[in-house]
C-alpha cells in the first residue's frame, strides 16, 4: 500500500519569504502523479500543484513549484513571495496511474503554513 | 471547467437518525467520482468511489452507504448514524487523463 508522509507538522514563513513543505512517500509502482492541495479554513480542497512521475521537469504554477526526486521518492512544495492568503493546510497526495479506472488519492497528514508580516 | 456542488454545508444529527448528503457536479461528463471523509487536523480518508452510473465501490466498511442515481449525481447515506459519523465529507470529481481531482465545498456533519 502506498504511504504518504509530510513531517512538518507546522510552518511558518515571513510575508515575502520563500517556505519549502516536504513530502516523502513509499510506492512499488514505477507510473504514479503526485500533488499538493491547499486547504484554507474554509477547507474546501484546492488543487495547487501537480507532478508526473515519468516526467523528469518540476512542475511549475506561478509562484508555486516542486522538487520531485523520483529515487528519494520525495516531492516537496516551494512557494515564493509569500503572501497572507496562502496561509492555510497543505497536503500532498499520491494517486496510482491507472487509464480509465478510478482510483483515490492518498494524503498525507498536512502541514500548516502560517503567514507573517 | 468543473463545479462541485455538495448540500447541506452543516448538518447536526442525533445518533440513530439516517443521512443523506448530496454531491453534484456541472461542467463535465462522466466523471469519476469520490467520497471522502475527513477526520479534525487530519488527511482526508477515501469511503466510495464510482466511475458511472450505478457502479459504486467501497474503500472501508463502515455505517454508510453511497449511490450514483445520474452521471453527476453522487449520494451518500447513512440508515443509522453514530457518533463516529461525525466529521466533514467531501465529494470529489475527476474528469480525463490528468488525473486531477477537484473538490467541493464539504458537509460538516455532526452527530450528537
Known amino acids: 500500500a502506498q504511504t504518504v508522509t509530510q513531517s512538518q507538522p507546522e510552518m511558518s514563513v515571513q510575508e515575502a519569504e520563500t517556505v519549502t513543505l516536504s513530502c516523502t512517500y513509499d510506492?512499488?509502482?514505477?507510473?504514479?502523479?503526485l500533488f499538493w492541495y491547499k486547504q484554507p479554513p474554509s477547507r474546501q480542497m484546492i488543487l495547487v500543484i501537480r507532478?508526473?512521475?515519468?516526467?523528469?521537469q518540476n512542475a511549475t504554477e506561478n509562484r508555486f513549484s516542486v522538487n520531485f526526486q523520483k529515487a528519494a521518492k520525495s516531492f516537496s512544495l516551494k512557494i515564493s513571495d509569500s503572501q497572507l492568503g496562502d496561509a492555510a493546510m497543505y497536503f500532498c497526495?499520491?494517486?496510482?496511474?491507472?487509464?480509465?479506472?478510478?482510483?483515490?488519492?492518498?494524503f498525507g497528514t498536512g502541514t500548516r503554513l502560517q503567514v507573517t508580516l | 471547467s468543473q463545479t462541485i456542488h455538495q448540500w447541506p454545508a452543516t448538518l447536526v444529527q442525533p445518533v440513530g437518525s439516517p443521512l443523506s448528503l448530496e454531491c453534484t457536479v456541472e461542467?463535465?461528463?462522466?466523471?469519476?467520482l469520490y467520497w471522502y471523509r475527513q477526520a479534525a487536523g487530519r488527511g482526508l480518508q477515501l469511503l466510495f468511489y464510482?466511475?458511472?452510473?450505478?457502479?459504486i465501490s467501497s474503500e472501508v466498511p463502515q455505517n454508510l452507504s453511497a449511490s450514483r442515481p445520474q452521471d453527476r449525481q453522487f449520494i451518500l447515506s447513512s440508515k443509522k448514524l453514530l457518533l463516529s459519523d461525525s466529521g466533514f465529507y467531501l465529494c470529489?470529481?475527476?474528469?480525463?487523463?490528468?488525473?486531477?481531482?477537484?473538490f467541493g465545498p464539504g458537509t460538516r456533519l455532526t452527530v450528537t
Open positions: 497526495a499520491y494517486r496510482r496511474a491507472n487509464t480509465g479506472t478510478a482510483s483515490k488519492l492518498t
Open positions: 510506492t512499488s509502482e514505477s507510473d504514479y502523479y
Open positions: 507532478q508526473e512521475a515519468y516526467k523528469q
Open positions: 461542467g463535465t461528463s462522466n466523471p469519476n
Open positions: 464510482s466511475v458511472g452510473i450505478g457502479q
Open positions: 470529489a470529481s475527476e474528469r480525463g487523463s490528468s488525473y486531477e481531482q477537484y
